[in-house]
């Protein structure tokens, strides 16, 4: 089993939908859990931490099932500019190695 | 709003041949980290540095590559004698130390060095 699973899409979505990723992981030690954003040929950007009790900024909403060793990303509202790739980043306790999924892949049409 | 900086931006290099890949990380920042990501590939780690020493490698981070920071400033990746599969982009990244609280961090990226190896 990979250590970070993403589905790759790509998702192709309507602007103005509402858009949910997951990503699953197979340590159940790990500790941190990011969402980052990358466009294409580009650094990836942190786009969100993933709390614990779910956190939202704004049109996202990042939640966090230990039990289930999965995160989510919802994003409402969808945005053109919303289209990129979202990577999905696991860290584990006494490391700060960062284990990156292959992303999910969004396109936002007109 | 603090930058990793990356120099070049592109690197065009012969098989064989030695490369140096040069970063400045954010001035407060005390980690270190090198990420490669092959064209169409996940983003993959290779080392982190931590108080002027590895802290961190990956399997990829055999003896053909060395991190050091040569000064106050800069933290350089060099690749000894690069190989085809070296072709990759290679990204920078700096970070806080983590503390007590969840998520207490995140990395800050750089633009990346795209190397080709021909």
């Known amino acids: 089993r990979k250590e970070v699973e993403q589905d790759p899409g790509p998702f192709n979505v309507p602007e103005g939908a509402t858009v949910a990723f997951n990503c699953t992981y197979s340590?159940?030690?790990?500790?941190?859990f990011f969402w980052y954003r990358q466009d294409c040929r580009k650094e990836p950007k942190l786009l969100m931490s993933v709390y614990s009790s779910g956190n939202e900024d704004g049109r996202f909403t990042a939640q966090l099932n230990r039990a289930s060793q999965y995160i989510s990303l919802l994003i409402r509202d969808s945005k053109l500019s919303d289209s990129a790739t979202y990577l999905c980043?696991?860290?584990?306790?006494?490391?700060?190695?960062?284990?990156f999924g292959t992303g999910t892949r969004l396109k936002v049409l007109a | 709003e603090p930058e990793v900086t990356q120099t070049p931006s592109h690197q065009v290099t012969q098989m064989g041949q030695e490369v140096i890949l040069r970063c400045v990380p954010i001035?407060?920042?005390?980690?270190f980290y090198w990420y490669r990501q092959i064209l169409g590939q996940k983003v993959e780690f290779l080392v982190s540095?931590?108080?002027?020493?590895?802290?961190?490698k990956s399997e990829i981070f055999d003896d053909q590559f060395s991190v050091e920071r040569p000064d106050g400033s800069n933290f350089t990746l060099k690749i000894r004698s690069t190989k085809l599969e070296d072709s990759a982009m290679y990204f920078c990244?700096?970070?806080?130390?983590?503390?007590?609280?969840?998520?207490?961090?995140?990395?800050?990226f750089g633009s990346g060095t795209r190397l080709t190896v021909v």
């Open positions: 980043v696991v860290t584990t306790s006494g490391t700060y190695k960062y284990i």
């Open positions: 001035s407060n920042h005390l980690y």
């Open positions: 990244a700096s970070s806080q130390p983590r503390d007590r609280s969840e998520n207490a961090y995140g990395y800050t």
């Open positions: 540095f931590y108080n002027n020493e590895i802290s961190e």
């Open positions: 340590n159940s030690a790990s500790q941190s």
